[in-house]
């Protein structure tokens, strides 16, 4: 698994926050009263306002349970991948990080000791480095 790899929760979580503010400001706009002119409408409209928001409602709520699916789905192949590895430290380096989504200062306060936020990325940069290397060597002798 590449760092990439790992990295992709966060992104989908913001994806998830960013769909999530959109629902809320849809739901938070509320809705106009009709406005009664007896002029015909423009042709190609349909469905009122009411019905309009409703399917914004539901198609943001989709995606949602879409990336949700996504992030479950990838938690469970970054805890497959981190069972393979040996290091301990790495593997909680990778879970706060990954899957707890916490900064690198979080990180280090979480394994404590003399672990700085520099030195945890620092060793999650060198795994997967090192990851790469392996790889690519086992690639080549193929």
Not at 7 to 16: A, D, K, P
Not at 47 to 72: H, N, W
Not at 79 to 88: H, L, N, R, T
Request: with cysteine.
């Amino acid at each position: 698994m590449t760092r990439e790899e790992v990295s992709q929760i966060y992104y989908l979580n913001q994806e998830i926050k960013k769909l999530q503010r959109n629902l809320s400001e849809l739901r938070g706009s509320g809705l106009q009263s009709p406005k009664i002119d007896g002029m015909p409408k423009a042709p190609g409209r349909t469905g009122s306002p009411t019905e309009r928001q409703g399917i914004a409602e539901a198609d943001i709520e989709m995606q949602i349970e879409r990336l949700l699916a996504a992030v479950k789905q990838k938690q469970r192949e970054i805890f497959e991948y981190i069972g393979s590895v040996e290091d301990s430290m790495i593997r909680m380096i990778i879970i706060f990080r990954c899957v707890d989504l916490c900064t690198w200062a979080e990180v280090a306060e979480n394994i404590g000791g003399p672990m700085t936020a520099e030195a945890a990325r620092k060793a999650f940069s060198r795994h997967f480095e090192a990851e790469m290397s392996r790889s690519e060597t086992e690639n080549a002798r193929k």
